[in-house]
């Protein structure tokens, strides 16, 4: 019993000593300033919210490019153009997905377990982004079907989002598990609304972390399994849908063997990533790294082209150049669809789509944790193991020399010969390093796809002309719930 009672007074000691020694050696760091707040444990968290975008600009007039503030219970550093590159670039360091999972776990929500869907940007990379010519024709038939179900002869869209959510819904699904599942209307309101009727769940606020860290991600890992959430319908959907599909497309693998003829979608990558030596396959892993992806894809998409559209009606200076590109390449157009290389020469529509991007993405984002003991940033400033560090994306979009003159103005034709697509330290939409969207080359075409056809096919106004400002959330923007008159335009038609 004594010795028990030694053994336990050792350990206590030797965890209160570790402790206070992990301490002393944080308290040497040179830690960016911390910016004073008023109230205990409140700390920074209702100014931050309260008006994200001039409280961030205040504390940087005040100190600098690097600092600290004390929000949810946490200090959270927060860097801008000058230091955001090294979180990008240095991957061993800082680190982005489980930053996220802490708000968002979705392996626990599935009971998976850690980097369970790893190999799933990879494939999405190599099978969707990187074979674009294999899905075009696709993408503009499902694209034209649901744009024509959805506006048709000319309607209005208020608020826009949903209808833009079915729209690429039907390319997004055909890509991923087959033109076919692509018809059924189930499936693609699935897809459509899989990741925004869930938001309102991953958007409670973090105030148990006020009592102690990462009580928050217990709380709604238990919340997810104890109630019945739009995660589990839209997952019930999907599996119900793509299991006939699996299993007809295992029988014919069995029967046909060294002759069978793959489907192009990203259902059958996967399905040969995890199929056994007898032909079967678990269809619960499938359904989950479906639904991963259309979380991934579905959302971030729609709310794109919902702001490129308003970009397009509170723009109507532009709308002349831009349609005459448009119509241009419709005067090329000598088959049923463009060809990749077509889709390629719309430079303007690029530029345009990639100026959206730089203007519309989010006041904050990407926060990334810190990995090993400290870091040290180029300014000597250090952060210790823990400590999560957020950019100032808005700041990063707005840096003068980057992005030329007038950041702050919408330029359509600015990146002129700078693809959408293309990632760089300044330009984050699609974030940078190792983590880049891998569906990046597959979103962009898709939404220029979009636009293509809309602007070509009606004459788009903001309802009462009204300017589509993006309503801000503590410091996320989503988009406008604007309304948007789309007018058939007559002398046009090949939108059918
Ligand atoms: C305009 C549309 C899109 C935007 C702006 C966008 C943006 C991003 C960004 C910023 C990230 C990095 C961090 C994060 O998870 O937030 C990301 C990651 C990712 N995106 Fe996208 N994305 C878009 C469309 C897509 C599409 C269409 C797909 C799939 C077909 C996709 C698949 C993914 C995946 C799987 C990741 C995780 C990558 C990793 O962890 O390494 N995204 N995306």
Same mark, same amino acid.
């Given at each position: 019993?004594?010795?028990?009672?030694?053994?336990?007074?050792?350990?206590?000691?030797?965890?209160?000593?570790?402790?206070?020694?992990?301490?002393?050696?944080?308290?040497?760091?040179?830690?960016?300033?911390?910016?004073?707040?008023?109230?205990?444990?409140?700390?920074?968290?209702?100014?931050?919210?309260?008006d994200t975008e001039k409280f961030l600009n205040k504390c940087v007039e005040e100190y600098g490019e690097i600092f600290s503030l004390y929000i949810f219970g946490k200090i959270e550093t927060f860097v801008g153009s000058k230091l955001s590159p090294e979180v990008f670039k240095n991957d061993k360091d800082f680190n982005f997905d489980i930053a996220f999972k802490e708000k968002f776990p979705l392996e626990r929500f599935m009971n998976r377990t850690d980097k369970y869907f790893a190999p799933l940007p990879r494939i999405l990379f190599t099978y969707l982004s990187q074979e674009l010519p294999a899905y075009t024709e696709r993408v503009q038939r499902t694209l034209i079907k649901a744009i024509n179900e959805q506006i048709g002869d000319g309607t209005i869209l208020q608020p826009p989002l949903k209808t833009f959510q079915l729209i690429i819904a039907r390319p997004i699904a055909a890509s991923l598990v087959g033109e076919e599942l692509s018809e059924d209307k189930e499936l693609v309101n699935t897809v459509a609304f899989a990741s925004s009727d869930f938001i309102p769940f991953i958007s409670i606020p973090p105030i148990l972390n006020f009592i102690y860290p990462l009580l928050h991600q217990k709380f709604v890992v238990l919340l997810f399994k104890l109630i019945n959430n739009p995660f589990k319908?839209?997952?019930?959907?999907?599996?119900?849908?793509?299991?006939?599909?699996?299993?007809?497309?295992?029988?014919?693998?069995?029967r046909d063997k060294e002759s069978y003829v793959?489907?192009?979608?990203?259902?059958?990558?996967?399905?040969?990533?995890?199929?056994?030596?007898?032909?079967k396959a678990d269809i619960d892993v499938l359904t989950d790294y479906i639904i991963t992806a259309i979380?991934?894809?579905?959302?971030?998409?729609?709310?794109?082209?919902?702001?490129?559209?308003?970009?397009?009606? =509170?723009?109507? /200076?532009?709308?002349?150049?831009l349609l005459e590109?448009?119509?241009?390449?419709?005067?090329?157009?000598? $088959?049923?669809?463009?060809?990749?290389?077509q889709m390629e020469t719309l430079v303007k529509l690029d530029s345009f789509f990639r100026e959206t991007l730089r203007m519309t993405t989010s006041i904050v984002f990407f926060e990334h944790k810190v990995l090993n003991a400290h870091y040290t940033?180029?300014?000597g400033h250090q952060v210790p193991k823990g400590r999560h560090v957020t950019t100032r994306l808005q700041e990063v979009h707005r840096d003068e020399e980057s992005h030329g003159e007038n950041p702050d103005e919408f330029n359509f034709l600015r990146h002129l010969g700078n693809p959408a697509s293309r990632v760089e330290k300044h330009y984050l939409a699609f974030s940078f390093g190792k983590h880049a969207c891998p569906g990046r080359y597959f979103a962009a075409n898709e939404i220029k796809n979009a636009l293509h056809y809309l602007?070509?096919?009606?004459?788009?106004? =903001?309802?009462? /002309?009204?300017?589509?400002?993006?309503?801000?959330?503590?410091?996320?923007?989503?988009?406008?719930?604007? $309304?948007?008159?789309?007018?058939?335009?007559?002398?046009?038609?090949?939108?059918?």
């Open positions: 019993m004594n010795l028990i009672i030694q053994l336990f007074s050792f350990a206590l000691t030797f965890f209160f000593a570790s402790k206070l020694l992990r301490r002393k050696q944080e308290l040497k760091l040179n830690e960016p300033p911390l910016v004073p707040y008023k109230y205990p444990i409140i700390g920074h968290t209702f100014d931050y919210y309260k319908v839209h997952r019930e959907v999907i599996k119900r849908k793509i299991s006939p599909v699996v299993e007809k497309r295992l029988n014919d693998m069995k793959p489907p192009i979608d990203i259902l059958q990558k996967l399905l040969e990533l995890i199929i056994e030596d007898d032909y979380f991934a894809a579905t959302h971030t998409t729609s709310t794109f082209l919902t702001n490129a559209v308003h970009q397009y009606a =509170n723009h109507p /200076e532009i709308q002349k150049e590109e448009q119509e241009r390449l419709l005067g090329f157009k000598t $088959g049923p669809y463009y060809t990749t290389e940033f180029s300014s602007i070509l096919t009606y004459n788009i106004k =903001n309802v009462n /002309e009204e300017k589509a400002v993006l309503p801000i959330r503590g410091p996320f923007k989503r988009s406008s719930d604007v $309304g948007l008159i789309f007018e058939k335009r007559k002398d046009i038609n090949f939108c059918n």
